[in-house]
């Protein structure tokens, strides 16, 4: 449904070469990002880019989140924003 879209997702990244980033999404569910430099394992960053596929994503602009990032109150929050209380995020 946001391939093509610019997308923003925080993942939880569990392998990186430089070139290809893999990881979770708060939601769980596994990302590959292109695009990002080499990013530490174990840290979190919020990507902004393009959906490539429901698992991909070219990184346009990232930012690490660090190690302590609370992912679970994160995706509450991002459900809510796209479900019961939408109209307070627009």
């Excluded at 393009?50 to 346009?60: L, N, P």
Aim: charged share 20%.
């Amino acid at each position: 449904m946001h391939v093509g879209k610019k997308v923003r997702a925080v993942v939880h990244v569990t392998q990186s070469d430089g070139e290809i980033t893999t990881g979770k999404s708060t939601d769980e569910h596994q990302l590959i990002v292109k695009g990002l430099p080499h990013v530490s394992l174990m840290s979190y960053v919020e990507v902004i880019g393009i959906a490539e596929s429901d698992q991909s994503i070219r990184a346009e602009t990232w930012t690490n989140f660090g190690n302590t990032f609370d992912a679970q109150s994160y995706n509450q929050v991002c459900q809510l924003a796209n479900g019961e209380f939408k109209g307070l995020f627009l």
